[in-house]
T-cell receptor, first 114, second 114 residues
Framework: AQSVTQLGSHVSVSEGALVLLRCNYSSSVPPYLFWYVQYPNQGLQLLLKYTSAATLVKGINGFEAEFKKSETSFHLTKPSAHMSDAAEYFC????????????FGKGITLSVRP | KAGVTQTPRYLIKTRGQQVTLSCSPISGHRSVSWYQQTPGQGLQFLFE???????NKGNFPGRFSGRQFSNSRSEMNVSTLELGDSALYLC?????????????FGQGTRLTVV
């Protein structure tokens, strides 16, 4: 079964600093990978999606992620953090086959210091 | 285009009662999935419906059930509520079924069981 691992539960950065949120996947087949963001008392918003078309995926709000098969990783980055980026971030992998089930990591809370 | 609408946003129920949650997908989307989010277990897949048929089911007891109507709207029902059912229930809609499909989430229904 596919799974994703997000190490650590909390990351704190200064405003303007690089954001790096780590995600490693486990999959026996080429995976579909996603990053979602959740603001307090809200649902999940899709940031970006990897579908094997390109290893570097650009998403919304200045985020991007790079798929590295050799490292089984799909880390999320943003060159310069903004206060509005403070939220919880989830990495997810799509099940294979005909169903759309997503398996999520435990999430990482991003804090941005002024 | 309207997003995924979940009603109600908040619910308080007593142990032993039952509850029905509603989800209206994005217009034109035919796949609806449900997820449970708790601090301890994170995001867990409940079930997926496509064309009024349950296509996939997560590892939840039979007290959790759902259905989908011909207009793609979906409901989930939890019977004999337990304290542990307190959670944020998220509905996601997709244009189609299948691996790699983008899922768009509603704001969720916050269920509190007392």
């Amino acid at each position: 079964a596919q799974s994703v691992t997000q190490l650590g539960s909390h990351v704190s950065v200064s405003e303007g600093a690089l954001v790096l949120l780590r995600c490693n996947y486990s999959s026996s087949v080429p995976p579909y990978l996603f990053w979602y963001v959740q603001y307090p008392n809200q649902g999940l918003q899709l940031l970006l999606k990897y579908t094997s078309a390109a290893t570097l995926v650009k998403g919304i709000n200045g985020f991007e992620a790079e798929f590295k098969k050799s490292e089984t990783s799909f880390h999320l980055t943003k060159p310069s953090a903004h206060m509005s980026d403070a939220a919880e971030y989830f990495c997810a992998v799509s099940d294979s086959g005909a169903n759309s089930k997503l398996t999520f990591g435990k999430g990482i809370t991003l804090s941005v210091r002024p | 285009k309207a997003g995924v609408t979940q009603t109600p946003r908040y619910l308080i129920k007593t142990r032993g009662q039952q509850v029905t949650l509603s989800c209206s997908p994005i217009s034109g989307h035919r796949s609806v999935s449900w997820y449970q989010q708790t601090p301890g277990q994170g995001l867990q897949f409940l079930f997926e419906y496509f064309s009024e048929t349950q296509r996939n089911k997560g590892n939840f007891p039979g007290r959790f059930s759902g259905r989908q109507f011909s207009n793609s709207r979906s409901e989930m029902n939890v019977s004999t509520l337990e304290l542990g059912d307190s959670a944020l229930y998220l509905c996601a809609s997709s244009f189609r079924q299948g691996a790699g499909t983008e899922a768009f989430f509603g704001q969720g229904t916050r269920l509190t069981v007392v």
